[in-house]
C-alpha cells in the first residue's frame, strides 16, 4: 500500500479542518505532511487519527510536521519541574522523539490541553511540541 493511501484519512482531515501551506510528500519511504493548524485542537484531532492508523507511531513511516498558527496561542504557563529542564517531544507520547527543552520556572505558551496527560506548548524560542501537563502550571495575570 502506498504511503498516501494508507494516510489518506489523516491528509483528508488536513484538509478538511483547514490546514494551511499543507504539502504532502513522499521520500525515502516516509511521507512527511506539513502545514499550518487554525488551532490546537485541529492538530490533536491530527494526532488521535495518525494513532488509530499507526497505534503508538510504530511504523515510523510519517513525519506529522503541522505546526499551530501563532494567533491561536493565548495562555501562559509555567514549567514546574523539580529542578531540570522540560522535554517537548514532536507528539503526544514518551517514545516520540524530543523536538526541545524548557527550563525549570520558564514561562512558555499553552497551546492546548490536548489530553490530561499531554499538553502542546511553545517555548519563546523554540519548537512547539507536547509536554508532559504534570510539570506545567497556569500563569495567573
Do not use: C
Not at 6 to 22: F, Q, R
Not at 34 to 52: C, E, F, H, N, R
Not at 72 to 82: G, L, R
Request: glycine content about 6%; hydrophobic content about 40%; cysteine-free.
Amino acid at each position: 500500500m502506498a504511503l498516501q493511501d494508507k494516510y489518506k484519512e489523516l491528509t483528508d482531515a488536513a484538509s478538511a479542518a483547514g490546514v494551511t501551506d499543507l504539502q504532502v510528500r513522499e521520500q525515502d519511504n516516509v511521507l512527511y505532511i506539513d502545514g499550518t493548524a487554525p488551532s490546537g485542537a485541529i492538530k490533536d484531532q491530527l494526532w488521535v487519527i495518525y494513532d488509530k492508523i499507526d497505534p503508538n507511531f510504530v511504523s515510523g513511516d510519517l513525519v506529522l510536521n503541522v505546526n499551530v498558527d501563532i494567533a491561536a496561542t493565548v495562555t501562559k504557563v509555567k514549567v514546574v519541574t523539580q529542578s531540570s529542564n522540560l522535554n517537548i517531544r514532536k507528539g503526544p507520547g514518551t517514545d516520540q522523539p524530543i523536538v526541545g527543552k524548557a527550563a525549570h520556572h520558564e514561562i512558555i505558551t499553552l497551546v492546548s490541553q490536548s489530553s490530561e496527560q499531554w499538553w502542546l506548548v511553545r517555548p519563546v524560542d523554540g519548537e512547539e511540541g507536547y509536554s508532559y501537563a504534570r510539570y506545567l502550571e497556569p500563569v495567573t495575570e
